[in-house]
């Protein structure tokens, strides 16, 4: 009888982590796409880079991260240079990442080093 109520008890624990891992059909992607200043320093681009990919850590609404450098060869990129996506389960979550003190400070890491920025969000299908 104990063990049968262990064993219960072990598969609800499992049902609720899965729950809890189980990320929504659609998740709202925030696309960010810089051009540096020519005069930006590969040590600065570094910094901003670095700073960028350690806001996951500091805000937890950030749902997923990653980030690239342009390697197209279509020569469409229109300067941009360094490709950024965020993940968010909901648009309440980005509305916290928005004006996030972590974000407002990343912002002051890029300084005046941009020439470009594009934004783009959208609900993935």
Same mark, same amino acid.
Do not use: C
């Given at each position: 009888?104990?063990?049968?109520?262990?064993?219960?008890?072990?598969?609800?624990?499992?049902?609720?982590?899965?729950?809890?891992?189980?990320?929504?059909?659609?998740?709202?992607?925030?696309?960010?796409?810089?051009?540096?200043?020519?005069?930006?320093?590969?040590?600065?681009?570094?910094?901003?880079? $670095?700073?960028?990919?350690? @806001? !996951?850590?500091?805000?937890?609404?950030?749902? *997923?991260?990653?980030? /690239?450098?342009?390697? &197209?060869?279509?020569?469409?990129?229109?300067?941009?240079?360094?490709?950024?996506?965020?993940?968010?389960?909901?648009?309440? $979550?980005?509305?916290?990442? @928005? !004006?996030?003190?972590?974000?407002?400070?990343? *912002?002051?890491?890029? /300084?005046?080093?941009? &020439?470009?920025?594009?934004?783009?969000?959208?609900?993935?299908?």
């Amino acid at each position: 009888m104990f063990a049968r109520n262990r064993r219960e008890k072990i598969v609800e624990e499992i049902k609720e982590i899965e729950m809890e891992s189980t990320a929504p059909d659609s998740v709202l992607r925030h696309v960010v796409m810089f051009g540096f200043k020519e005069e930006t320093s590969p040590e600065k681009i570094q910094e901003v880079i $670095d700073a960028f990919a350690a @806001l !996951p850590n500091k805000i937890e609404q950030i749902k *997923g991260f990653e980030w /690239g450098i342009n390697n &197209s060869p279509e020569g469409l990129n229109d300067g941009l240079t360094h490709a950024f996506t965020l993940t968010f389960h909901s648009e309440e $979550d980005r509305a916290i990442y @928005l !004006p996030h003190p972590d974000h407002k400070a990343f *912002g002051e890491v890029l /300084g005046n080093s941009l &020439s470009k920025v594009v934004v783009v969000d959208y609900w993935t299908h």
